[in-house]
């Protein structure tokens, strides 16, 4: 892997809190990602599962591990299961782990070669009475390619039909959404590497440049930064593009007096950072344009301060909601009565801010964790405001990744340059 080790504390620490919540006599299974095909003998870049990689560190294909905590052969309680390597893939396709590096990694004494593990789990399966089999229950997932995940739920149910089967993800959903120590420390590394490249294109945007030329500059500092690259597709939206909330072409010329929108974020070690930032391509913003950053920039820093301990994702955005109306009234886009007599229900401030302003983030760019459950310290959600002006061509989002505490909101990115005069100064130079 491109990153530095991660200490196996956290795997450790991550596989005891799992155990906690499993009921007697239970048996967890998890798999890694497959490496998906795309045409002939072409694969994608493999990305690990993330459930797996937070409980064991491994970032290798064809993994399995098995959590079993009242097994009677305690040597039997944790299990790793890897591919075996041999002379045909170190040729072809380089190390593989070694049983002693994935103890290293992972802090797992009892480690299988992968042929092995049907008959393993026979065996465990005559002790278990519960068995939690994991699956993307991600609320925005849209899953229309049968995963390694559901394949073996299949597989699983059809050999041993009597055991009591029970859901893995509302348990990770849980735990993941409080970030420890260490998470914390390699999420703040992907928001230096992004800083590092924003701070790069501030130097490279000017009249003429394409949109994935702008790309490009990204790309490179983030890989010569020990990232594996961005952590989501980056949008790269000049003009009347920045309307466009998911726009990823990045196929246009970015022209004078325009402004262009820049969400994207650097991976490390797996976690993710999520930054935006809407920069004048000539450096200077005009009234118009610096009126409307000033309103989403007042917006973000009121939603900021919200993300605390206690308040609710629907309390958080209703309390948003309302600071934006009265800058899209300052802004003369919205009338005030009109405001006072709307639909609740259909609030008017949609139309030029339809999206949500927060959203988790960590192993996942839109990480996993219920919208219900009051903040608490260690969650970590970006805060992200916008508004999208469609008749005038002008959309203009700020985003920065939050960490709530006890002691207020810590903005991870409040190294990377926010206001409108420190954006100016820097493109000047």
Known sequence: MRYLPISQELFIHNRHNFRKQLKPSSIAIFHSNDIMPTNADGTMAFRQNNDLFYLTGIDQEESIVILFPDARDQRMQEILFLRETNEQILTWEGYKLTKQQAQEVSGIKTIFWLHEFKQVLNSLM???????????????AVVEVETRDARFIKWCKETYPLHKYERSAPIMHYLRAIKSDIEIALIKKACHITELGFRRLLGFIKPGVMEYEIEAELYHEFLRNRSRGPAYSSIIASGANACILHYVDNNQECKDGDLVLMDFGAEYANY????????????????????????????????????????????????????????????????????RNQDPAKPLYKKYFMHGTSHFLGLDVHDVGSKYRPFEEGMVFTCEPGIYIREEGIGIRLENDILVTRSGPQDLMKDIPLEAADIESLMKR
Do not use: C, W
Request: hydrophobic fraction near 40%; proline fraction near 2%.
């Open 126 to 140: 005559m002790e278990a009475e519960h068995v939690y089999l994991n699956s993307n229950e991600h609320l925005r």
């Open 272 to 339: 993710a950072s999520d930054l935006t930032r809407t920069v004048p391509v000539n450096g200077k913003f005009t009234d118009r344009q610096r009126d409307v950053y000033e309103s989403v920039l007042r917006v973000m820093k009121a939603a900021t301060q919200m993300l605390v301990p206690g308040n609710t994702l629907d309390q958080y955005h209703a309390f948003v909601g309302t600071v934006m109306e009265n800058e899209l009234i300052r802004l003369g886009l919205l009338n005030e009565g009109d405001v």
